[in-house]
């Protein structure tokens, strides 16, 4: 087990902090989380409201590819901590999951809080110290500096690990400020960008009037070789939602690299073109153009008038035209939604700077987790999934650490 009773400071008391502290603290050493929010587990907690997708039961390869660039770095920690491992660890906190329609995961309380009580009172058991509104400062000899409601203090460590995750939400907990304490320690940072985000589309007048907050549902949205399935969501501004989310990593880089850029919008995935010229042109000849997308192949009002805005004129009249432009309506997107409006973030220390037991190998005895590492992956519960493994690979590399 190593040798007991050493003390270790564990950064963010998000996902990725608690799973260090667990395996920190199971290991026999004293343990103190830091957070700079009132409560932990903000992050986990907001996520909650939307059922806690913790992970999902795609098959492993297919899994491991949703996390892209960072597909061969998170392999390991996520191998040693798998999606069945995560269900398995929250049966354990009395939290039963179950696979939804889609493959993601759930409680089946379908709540966060029940697993978060559950969690904190097996760290209480562990005897696992909490600093609550308290903020990390830095690095002192021996320890990390904080500040608190009693105001500075040095907090004594033989390790540390820092999960402070990335910039998105900064209202629960995550400000992106510890990119400049880092810095400042000669640690690489790759810019903080969103991800899982919202884009702007300069709509029509008319169109944002009628249509604002509307849902289209079942659609494919595509950039160049990319597809995304699910939904979407129309803003006074914009697209948000699942099918917009799943493009935020190339379409965010190609708007960078050369400004606004067009999606194509399937509004009929389930059917091609041929299928749809059919319906067409067994519509009522004495309906209108509107009542026969509605009535042949049922497109809801939104998607007639998202085919208008794509149009950017009269709807063609010609059926094969019109199947055309119903399976790849151009949608103009010139901007992501700012990183404080974002569900996650891009970005943060650079792979390259992290060992692989996830310490930093400018700074010895300070391990990272979670999302102030540079990678990003969908929604789905891909992130949760891989803040989880990353902060027990952490607390694993602290306990090798200090049993040397």
């Known amino acids: 087990m190593g040798e007991r009773g050493?003390?270790?400071?564990?950064?963010?008391?998000?996902?990725a902090g608690l799973a260090a502290a667990e395996v920190i603290a199971s290991a026999g050493h004293r343990v103190t989380v830091v957070e700079r929010m009132p409560s932990i587990g903000r992050k986990l907690m907001m996520a909650g409201r939307g059922g806690l997708n913790l992970t999902h039961s795609e098959a492993g390869d297919r899994f491991l590819a949703r996390y892209g660039a960072a597909e061969a770095f998170l392999t390991p920690a996520i191998a040693a901590f798998t999606p069945t491992d995560l269900r398995d660890w929250a049966r354990d906190l009395g939290e039963e999951t179950f696979v939804g329609t889609s493959g993601r995961v759930f409680p089946c309380s379908f709540k966060a809080s029940p697993l978060l009580r559950a969690w904190s009172r097996r760290l209480a058991d562990l005897d696992v110290g909490f600093r609550t509104r308290t903020r990390w400062t830095g690095f002192a000899a021996g320890g990390v500096t904080v500040v608190g409601p009693a105001g500075e203090d040095r907090l004594p460590a033989d390790a540390v690990v820092l999960a402070l995750g990335g910039a998105s939400w900064p209202r629960l907990g995550s400000d992106g400020t510890w990119t400049a304490i880092l810095a400042a320690e000669g640690v690489e940072i790759v810019p903080l960008r969103p991800t899982n985000c919202g884009f702007t589309v300069a709509w029509s007048g008319v169109f944002r009037s009628r249509f604002a907050g509307e849902p289209l549902k079942r659609i494919a949205v595509r950039l160049a070789e990319w597809v995304s399935i699910g939904e979407a969501v129309i803003t006074d501004d914009g697209l948000e939602g699942g099918a917009i989310y799943g493009l935020s990593a190339p379409l965010r880089e190609a708007i960078a690299a050369d400004g606004p850029t067009a999606v194509h919008v399937d509004l009929k995935p389930s059917m091609d073109a041929g299928e749809i010229?059919?319906?067409l042109t067994k519509g009522r000849k004495g309906d209108s153009l509107t009542n026969r997308l509605r009535k042949a192949i049922g497109l809801p009002p939104v998607a007639i008038g998202l085919l208008r805005?794509?149009?950017?004129?009269?709807?063609?009249?010609?059926?094969?035209?019109?199947?055309?432009?119903?399976?790849?309506?151009?949608?103009?997107?010139?901007?992501?939604?700012?990183?404080?409006?974002?569900?996650?973030?891009?970005?943060?220390?650079?792979?390259?700077?992290?060992?692989?037991?996830?310490g930093l190998k400018r700074l010895p005895g300070i391990f990272v987790a979670g999302e102030m590492i540079d990678w990003e992956a969908p929604t789905g519960g891909y992130l949760l999934q891989a803040c989880f493994a990353t902060g027990r690979a952490a607390g694993r590399g602290v306990v090798r650490h200090l049993a040397k």
């Not at 794509?310 to 992501?336: C, E, F, M, N, W």
């Not at 409006?341 to 650079?350: F, H, K």
């Open 6 to 15: 050493r003390e270790v400071v564990v950064v963010g008391g998000g996902p």
């Open 277 to 279: 010229v059919t319906a």
């Open 309 to 358: 805005e794509g149009a950017g004129k009269d709807l063609p009249s010609d059926p094969a035209d019109l199947a055309r432009l119903i399976k790849a309506v151009p949608i103009r997107v010139s901007a992501a939604r700012p990183l404080e409006r974002a569900i996650s973030s891009a970005g943060g220390i650079a792979r390259g700077e992290i060992g692989p037991n996830y």
